[in-house]
């Protein structure tokens, strides 16, 4: 039962434009989500994170939407760099921070020169 | 900002014997940390929830007699794995939080390797 979804396995993004990685959950109870970059044979790395009571949340080049009737959350990256190349994790937890995360399946995004 | 460090990041050992990972938070105190695995090309699964001073809540098909978990401090949290086996090769990924509204860091995660 796959709670958190990143139904894009890989992406290919021209470098200078817009990045647009997308997750759906499907548990209402998670209350906090989160973005996770990562490289092979690393360990994630925070990137970003949203609180089911906002609907957005921007930290320099990186945003997140968050729209909870639809159960889906994206995070935009503008403009794609290099070093952006890398996977994406989305993560969601519940139970004010008590229970781990609960991961998607990731995304490759890609940025081509 | 927060790190958590994780100890050792690669190890090859034989079938039989057992592995201990440790994990610890450099510049803050975790009550909770929390174990993953991940398998090649797949997400990250969370294997227990090591809790300092109780015992370690592992999740529906993880084998706690296999995957030993001690929060001996609010700063270290080891992960043994007992009598490995090949099929228990895989990436272990540590984290820890410094608070229940702070995202989750993690350590740089331990290739183990069975032979």
């Known amino acids: 039962d796959q709670q958190v979804k990143q139904n894009s396995p890989s992406l290919s993004v021209q470098e200078g434009r817009i990045s647009i990685l997308n997750c759906d959950y499907t548990?209402?109870?998670?209350?906090?989500f989160l973005w996770y970059k990562k490289y092979p044979a690393e360990g994630p790395t925070f990137l970003i994170s949203?609180?089911?009571?906002?609907d957005k949340n921007e930290d320099g080049r990186f945003t997140v939407f968050l729209n909870k009737s639809a159960k889906h959350l994206s995070l935009h990256i503008v403009p794609s760099q290099p070093g952006d190349s890398a996977v994406y994790f989305c993560?969601?937890?519940?139970?004010?921070?008590?229970?781990?995360?609960?991961f998607g399946k990731g995304t490759h995004l890609i940025i081509q020169p | 900002g927060a790190v958590v460090s994780q100890h050792p990041s690669r190890v090859i050992c034989k079938s039989g014997t057992s592995v201990k990972i440790e994990c610890r938070s450099l510049d803050f105190q975790a009550t909770t940390m929390f174990w993953y695995r991940q398998f090649p090309k797949k997400s990250l699964m969370l294997m227990a929830t090591?809790?300092?001073?109780?015992?370690?809540?592992?999740e529906q098909g993880v084998e706690k007699d296999k995957f030993l978990i001690n929060h001996a401090s609010l700063t270290l949290s080891t992960l043994t794995v007992t009598s490995a086996h090949p099929e228990d090769s895989s990436f272990y990924i540590c984290s820890a939080s410094s608070g229940l509204s702070s995202p989750l860091h993690f350590g740089n995660g331990t290739r183990l390797t069975v032979t």
């Open positions: 090591s809790n300092e001073g109780s015992k370690a809540t592992y």
């Open positions: 949203i609180s089911s009571i906002k």
């Open positions: 993560a969601a937890r519940k139970g004010g921070g008590a229970d781990g995360l609960t």
């Open positions: 548990n209402s109870m998670f209350d906090y």
